[in-house]
């Protein structure tokens, strides 16, 4: 039987993950101790890894696709398809940058001036090519976590290359950042055969339609109303101006019934407008997944 | 930049007013040690309080809007608009009683028998009043906190006045109703000035008919069904008589489609009966908001 | 008054119950350390028991309709109405096996080497039976609980009859199937005069079918889409065979809205279908109850 | 090599036999899902059973020795020793009782009212012989649990006996106390050939020692002082009569240290009345064993 | 029966009282939403009133004693024999105090600056009379709570007065300190009347011994050592002076054993000394009471 | 200022040594997200570091001194003073071990049938000079965690590197034991500049001797009897040979007091032959240090 492989993240990414593939219709469930997630689909079958283990596994084909970071990627030099971003893991829908970051107040300004230097970061092969491509020689080390806290140690390293989202962790350690290596978000990544293989390439395609479906759907909802004819136009032009809304006859000619989908952040505004133009009986429903 | 300020109430009342606020579409967040909320609206902005302290701050302009129950707006004093009622905070619907109450074998049969005894209570003020019309004298004392032990204690105080929603924690207590001094649910109060000004008045009122659509949705779901046409005349028969339903037509013309909002409490009796009449595929599905 | 009396499951199954009657429009509470839930339906009066005993005071008429197992069912030997299976009470719809296991290194290999034998179950009655009809003399003795441990302590029991879903504890603990004595599910049943009682019985009848209601909504969602009038056919064509969908007009004249019910675990499928025929606009939105 | 087997009871009583035996000096463990728990004594060796079974087992000789309920002990006729009573599963020292029981309002008034009736209890073998002893016949069912609801239900049961420490539940299901079957306390066990067997006897009295001891330091702590040569006749004098305090030369010869053990809950008392006649310096140290 | 009434405070400090009471000897249970604690000493009686009421129920004699901040007892102006004080509710001795603080960039300065000024707090009465002293006229309006906050809202009061331990919450809302109105820890207050009553006095200094005795101990451990009597005076020269150390033979003519009470902040520093000066096998063991 | 600098590790050893310090009569404090711990003592300083690299950061200067694993020392060719061993992370006082373990169906049986193979550790240094010195030529890769599933995916790795303690997740894991890279406990090591100087070492061995006399405490116990004197060599002779004990006279000339310290897992053996030999009212009391 033919099978699509998946390489799941384990740690902070994980429960999302699982989260959002149950929305989009697939149940992974993971006993504990154990790493071979049970999926209810039997073309699909699940590992875990740690997230910079990924794109390695998925370019090895120990897996065919795989879902993480774009640092990591990078950092694993894989050779994979980046097929899409998936914005699934923080409220937030900013990018995690990679910064260099120096104590507050380090002679260092530029990142001309880490010539000579010695530098902690967990993402060493990135943080390498960075200078290597700027001509700069410069100690990377490897760091085993708590790397922020490095910088400030005095005779430990001159700089660090961390993970930053708001940079508030950076500032509590008095930290400055010099220059940025790298951008992230999480990628949907594809084996390179996998994605020559019709199909598992189409299976990648239809699961990938479904998570972003899902995705879409927590941001919107659905509305209703009713409209008297004589009004419609007038609430048709308060509408977003995306899509054509659906309209039902009622019982009574007189009124139509009026059916849209809308943006979750804009019915605060919509409801009281269409309300003064005329629309009744205007209702709000959720909805799982929105496939344009 | 125009902002309407909004008195949230701190206390047992928050997390309820937080999450109203959620559904009717704005994200409140409160940090912790922090009084000034965040909200996902510019115009907007929040400060918490005390509920027993919102009506007053309203009054003297602190803040446009406030929500805090009857009880606290007569105790201040306060000359504001109350715009309306909203019963969120409780299962129940049934209004909170601020009561006179006395030992079950206390002599004190009837509010006149409270002359010259001494009784305890957070919501002096009222209390006073209260006596004051009907020309008994007593003295009110200011109680910090578990008010109702306190008129089972030998030589304290005579009565008690204290704040009781089914009345259990005073028979608990073994106490005894004499009289009622207010009833009390949740109020929108709006500052007199903030209320003539057209803009803060419209942002109110939008505010306001969203919270609203919020609390309806609760207590309401949407039903569907297939119904044939030749029966359709006795299916309506048996709907709530309040709105009129949409019917929409069907591939197959013997059918229509017919769709109705529905009290959830009734609908447990209608859709056996609907079914009975000759509906078929019912479904029922939840609503986020409705706004007639 | 009338009313028809129902006896609830205590332990495992009591949260999951209640749940199901929650969702079916029937709010069952219960206090700690009490029997008697309140349910909102005065027409309605429930006692907890353990499933265990259920059918059997079901059979007395201690209470009208139960919910409980088939293999207490069997066990206790009940005469009663068996009116429906409800499956809710774990992800899985594989039923629970009441199986004979003994050590993996045990000569025991099928059931009639366990002539002469001792055997520790909770289910030993059902056992007892299963021995007796095959004309094997065992000792069946009562256990207390942990029952797949005693199978591996020297000297205790030759085997044990033990409830298993997935295999997986008796495997933990070195155990290996001899044979199966019974399969089991949850079942709605009703005592014999109740079911001729005509009250009682359409009483009993409605619940049900709100029960089924909320359990099938539980596996279905509503899906609406767009759909040029052109390809209708096409897109009608992919749909499941079962129900008739339901077409709605636009106000774009070339478009109709097309919306059905279905399984949702066909969805993942199904939307990538429709998606490449031409449906557009594809939405789907979570269900309370479906009644066909 | 030598071994002395431990049936130890699951359940309720788990974490506090498990407690004593750490403080008596072995440190007993069982990790979850397992029934086999480790001591770190190679002479020991444990197991875990329900307290039902356990003396059953000691009589079969499947362990040496068990702790366990003397009503578990009648009710399985086990033909043990029981070497001694420990009380330590409840800040209480009162035994429970199994109790005869029927609602308040039943016309039973005296255990020969009980002929021909109805019965429900867990302890279903104890409760014939009480019965039959006194020429009563009745139907003795096993209950599976909640055997005090069972009382209230109309057409159930006539009766109940069921366990009770204070009575409160029994009040709370408006029970009334008919007869009392037997009162219970916690029994060390042994199997009679173990206690024929001089390795195991000792073995098994030494450990009763030290659980003995450890209980007993639970209600006991040490008390030291100074006290001047000249008073000590006095001090001496408000000492408890039990035992003979010890009296130590410091450096100063005309003070002496004075150390008893003292009832803990006498020491409140104690060292007013110490200190008045002359004591100082008084310490209260805890203690982990007390063996007189 | 003579009896001794306690006044407890409820709420932050219940269970470190609670917790005192118990190392002193004294069982003091609340069963939730009572108000009468259950004390295991017959002559006592307990009931729980907040901190604020305590000391003008103690004066008024509802209690013969309690347990209650300085602060209340001025605030409420009561008239009672403050006993003794008990340092036991923070980690730190260091007493709390109540201030008056403005925003950091207030052009307050002194409390002069405070005529005419509007000011919140929870302690009304203390602040107008400390205000009155100085000849300052300013509104004093009682504060539900979050008193801090409303220094920093545009409109509201021009200062504060609230309680502080450290000063860190006051920074945290940019609060600058102008004065202080009072410094308070917990007393050990006697209603007048009681304290003349021998037997009522007798009890209330017994108590008091017994909870500083077991305050004293939480800074205090036993120290043991051998000592060759040739070094016997090196040793002791190391010894802190307050205390005569005991001395007592040891079989080996040579050596004699020596023990002291220490505090325990000192025994990291004494410990290597007096090992250095040839004191052998040290022992600090742990102290339940100490009563000089 | 003159300072000790300490490193201490971070991560699951973190509590235990804190816990440790404590005991020793040093609190430390870490705020969450810290890394610099606070001390009760003006002359030592904390930083947190994972056990991986502190010894490297001793032997680099950064930290004076250390607590870590020797396998950790050895991974990173630190070179450091090894003072003493503190075993305080476990109940048990077994060491860890890094063992190569393979799949239990793998054709490799001794360590040199990995020839050409991959290997997965977190100890990569170790393990590559283990292999070295053996001759044999295998690719050691690191592992970022779950090391013990990735012997079970096929095409992965031929075996691994891992930390195990009683071997039961390698069983879990159906992995099989090939060969022991290193066992390791935890060091208090030195940097050896820190070493000559006078006040670190002394500082440093002060600090020790704290450490290990609450290690010892854990471990010990305070025993006291009377015994009379007629029979005290005969008790005598039961006691362990270690240390001499004390002798007290009591009031009453034919008795003694007798006393000792005595380790705990002994006491249990102890207590019943000193009592049969005739000692009386043996107590035994808990310790918080032991320096001998």
Same mark, same amino acid.
């Given at each position: 039987?033919?099978?699509? @492989?998946?390489?799941?993240?384990?740690?902070?990414?994980?429960?999302?993950?699982?989260? +959002?593939?149950?929305?989009?219709?697939?149940?992974? /469930?993971?006993?504990?101790?154990?790493?071979?997630?049970?999926?209810?689909?039997?073309?699909?079958?699940?590992?875990?890894?740690?997230?910079?283990?990924?794109?390695?596994?998925?370019? /090895?084909?120990?897996?065919?696709?795989?879902?993480?970071?774009?640092?990591?990627?990078?950092?694993?030099?894989?050779?994979?398809?980046?097929?899409?971003?998936?914005?699934?893991?923080?409220?937030?829908?900013?990018?995690?940058?990679?910064?260099?970051?120096?104590?507050?107040?380090?002679?260092?300004?530029?990142?001309?001036?880490?010539?000579?230097?010695?530098?902690?970061?967990?993402?060493?092969?990135?943080?390498?090519?960075? +200078?290597?491509? /700027?001509?700069?020689?410069?100690?990377?080390?490897?760091?085993?976590?708590?790397?922020?806290?490095?910088?400030?140690?005095?005779?430990?390293?001159?700089?660090?290359?961390?993970?930053?989202?708001?940079?508030?962790?950076?500032?509590?350690?008095?930290?400055?950042?010099?220059?940025?290596?790298?951008?992230?978000?999480?990628?949907?990544?594809?084996? @390179?055969?996998?994605?020559?293989?019709?199909?598992?390439?189409?299976?990648?395609?239809?699961?990938?339609?479904? +998570? @972003?479906?899902?995705?879409?759907?927590?941001?919107?909802?659905?509305?209703?109303?009713?409209?008297?004819?004589?009004?419609?136009?007038?609430?048709?032009?308060?509408?977003?101006?995306?899509?054509?809304?659906?309209?039902?006859?009622?019982?009574?000619?007189?009124?139509?019934?009026?059916?849209?989908?809308?943006?979750? /952040?804009?019915?605060?505004?919509?409801?009281?407008?269409?309300?003064?133009?005329?629309?009744?009986?205007?209702?709000?429903?959720?909805?799982? @997944?929105?496939?344009?």
């Amino acid at each position: 039987m033919t099978l699509l @492989k998946i390489g799941f993240p384990s740690g902070s990414l994980k429960d999302s993950t699982f989260n +959002l593939f149950e929305r989009a219709g697939y149940k992974v /469930r993971l006993s504990s101790r154990s790493y071979v997630p049970s999926i209810n689909d039997p073309e699909l079958e699940g590992l875990m890894f740690r997230a910079q283990e990924i794109a390695q596994y998925v370019d /090895r084909g120990v897996v065919d696709i795989g879902l993480t970071g774009k640092d990591w990627i990078l950092e694993s030099e894989a050779d994979v398809v980046e097929v899409d971003e998936l914005v699934y893991s923080k409220v937030s829908s900013r990018p995690v940058r990679w910064v260099i970051a120096v104590p507050e107040d380090s002679p260092i300004q530029r990142v001309e001036d880490l010539q000579g230097c010695r530098i902690a970061s967990e993402l060493v092969g990135a943080t390498r090519r960075f +200078l290597q491509e /700027r001509g700069i020689e410069a100690e990377v080390e490897f760091s085993w976590g708590t790397t922020e806290v490095k910088a400030g140690i005095p005779g430990l390293v001159d700089a660090i290359v961390e993970l930053t989202e708001t940079g508030s962790s950076l500032r509590a350690n008095r930290l400055r950042i010099v220059d940025t290596i790298c951008e992230s978000t999480t990628r949907f990544i594809v084996n @390179k055969a996998a994605w020559e293989d019709s199909w598992k390439r189409e299976k990648a395609e239809n699961l990938l339609m479904l +998570l @972003k479906g899902a995705l879409e759907a927590e941001l919107k909802v659905g509305l209703k109303m009713n409209v008297a004819r004589a009004k419609l136009e007038e609430v048709i032009a308060k509408l977003p101006a995306l899509h054509t809304p659906t309209v039902s006859n009622q019982l009574d000619d007189d009124w139509v019934a009026l059916e849209i989908i809308a943006d979750e /952040r804009v019915v605060r505004d919509l409801i009281p407008q269409l309300k003064r133009v005329g629309a009744e009986g205007i209702i709000e429903y959720p909805l799982n @997944k929105v496939v344009y």
